[in-house]
């Protein structure tokens, strides 16, 4: 089943179950109002969820209503924990020390992780909202999972059975401040605005085959100001899949349900032509990656930042031609009130000052 | 006003209001069930609750009941956000590279500080379950507040005015991974199991004078395995008060209700004797400061980790006597379940292997 939250003035939001194709919607009132309570008691709501599902599926369900995403807040507005990461190690090798030197061993040996903010999680039109544009505003494209309950020590088997849903996300990097916490020990709150999601999470039976092995074999695309940026495959380069990051998680503590469990942004391994030389055919799923490769091929990068005005949009599309999750498309703006409008000069007056 | 959470086999428990010498409370049911509730909508419940306070304080509560910390939950039991800040530097400088050189500069020119997880808070009588007791298991007292809505870029002052609610906190820290992920860019995901928190949460009000400038001036009481371990001073040495910790969180986003800053471990400034020689008479708020001032002073340190069965008591009273907050009080355990005792000999069988 795909399932999102409604904006309804709350902070929690009205929970609605979406059809397959996200045409129509439905609200879940008589089952649960707010994901969170769902997660809380999964086994409870989910199969009275998945009915309705089923109805609205089938054209059965009797108050079904367009689905518009721009009404919806993050499918899980506010979480309880969140955590990113490193899952794409060409992608972190690239912004790593040595990005001419391919993915080093520790990177492979365990998953880089940290904490996430997760008070304030954006709906996927929701602009972005920042103080600054010129500190390096980079988007973020990759997958994310809301967990269930999960065990201290479980295995990455045993934490893949605690996935309860997944959807896309949009991380917003500030690539200064990441700069300068990187310096002082890794201080992530100022580099870190909030985090976007897609309009809907979506169970990983929806998946079909695309869910396998703890991954999700999807191209994500991602559009910058319309024009294309990347059409990265999810699926293969993934060196740790979504179980083996929640056991790293869950080594020395148990994970309560609704933890929303971010990995990415998505990033290919380079292709090797006949002339020795690397290329990245797929794109990139973030501006930083991009640059790193301009660097290393080029000597220096040619793509600048994100400003204010610019937008970005992260999708999925299934073997169907429909969209998965629906589209992330946000706008980067400023958190000042627009300058107002020189006032129009009145053409007499115009004239006198001629 | 004092609020605590008791246990109902709820994620989030029932609020209860504990009266100002911590002896009866009264559930706030007729005001609102959770903690976060009244945080979401804190100018609504705040004057409910405090009119209920008033009453339990005067003895006029109808269905007031003696209070139990061991019933606690923590304050809030979930946070949809956590974040953990260096406050005292003296204990910073200590941890850190050059721990005989004092607090250096770059430290006293921004706080450090990193998200924390926050799905599962322990009360304050909670035990603390730990896969494994030779991971450098170490305590932390610190001071911790609850802020409601910050907007985004707020000076040190308008954030000061966000906060609701101040409590007591035991920051549980793993020192071997805290090392190895230091290592890796800081990943704490495996190094900081769950916080527990005091039994109550106060408004600043309730400290008297004693909350003054953003900072708690309280003496912070630890005891491990009943023996006092430090008796340190949360005010005088706290570079960075609460509003400049909170300012520097929400540089870059907004901060919403029901956040939790924690600041800690507490740690003062050493004193230096007649003979040139440098002591800390307040003792330590955590056992790796001590380790450092060991290591400082002797070449080496002296004092072990914590080990399974091992207790840890944190608390802080008042100019009166009295606990402010109540008090943390948690044992270390494994979260393997005891080996069965050995099955007694019968002693005709004693007899016989002899």
């Known amino acids: 089943m795909k399932l999102a939250t409604y904006k309804d003035g709350s902070r929690d939001g009205q929970l609605v179950v979406v059809s397959r194709d996200l045409s129509t919607a439905h609200y879940a009132t008589g089952i649960a109002h707010r994901l969170q309570q769902v997660l809380d008691d999964w086994n409870f709501f989910a199969p009275q969820l998945q009915d309705l599902s089923s109805a609205l599926n089938s054209g059965k369900a009797r108050h079904a209503f367009p689905f518009d995403p721009a009404m919806c807040m993050a499918p899980l507005p506010r979480a309880f924990q969140r955590v990113e990461g490193q899952a794409w190690l060409h992608h972190a090798a690239l912004l790593g020390d040595t990005p001419d030197a391919g993915v080093p061993d520790d990177l492979r040996a365990a998953p880089t992780m940290h904490q996430g903010g997760s008070d304030d999680l954006l709906g996927p039109c929701d602009p972005v909202v920042l103080p600054d ?30 996935i309860r849903l ?30 976007a999601f897609s309009p809907v999470a979506v ?28 059409l990265c495959d999810a699926g293969a380069d993934m060196h740790f899949h979504f179980g083996q990051l929640m056991a790293h998680l869950c080594r020395t503590r148990r994970v309560r349900a609704g933890t929303i469990v971010n990995a990415g942004p998505v990033g290919n391994a380079p292709v090797t032509g006949d002339d020795g030389r690397r290329s990245w055919p797929k794109g990139c799923a973030c501006i930083a990656e991009k640059r790193a490769i301009e660097t290393l091929l080029d000597g220096q990068p040619s793509t600048g930042f994100m400003r204010f005005g610019d937008t ?16 992330i498309d946000q706008l980067i703006r400023s958190d000042r009130p627009e300058p107002p409008a020189p006032e129009p000069v009145a053409e007499d007056e115009a004239l006198q000052q001629a």
Chains 1, 2 share one sequence.
């Open 133 to 162: 544009e010129t500190t390096g505003i980079d988007f973020g494209a990759g997958i994310a999972v809301i967990t269930g309950d999960v065990a201290m020590g479980a295995t990455p088997e045993q934490a893949l059975d605690g």
């Open 166 to 195: 997944v959807m896309l996300s949009n991380g917003i990097v500030l690539r200064e401040p990441a700069r300068a916490g990187q310096a002082r020990g890794s201080d992530h709150v100022q580099s870190r605005p909030a985090t």
């Open 203 to 230: 169970t990983p039976d929806e998946l079909g085959e695309a869910w396998a092995g703890g991954r999700a074999h999807l191209t994500v695309q991602c559009h910058w100001n319309s024009k294309r940026f990347g």
């Open 312 to 327: 970005v949009r992260i999708e999925s599309r299934g073997r169907d031609g429909h969209s998965v999750f629906g589209a």
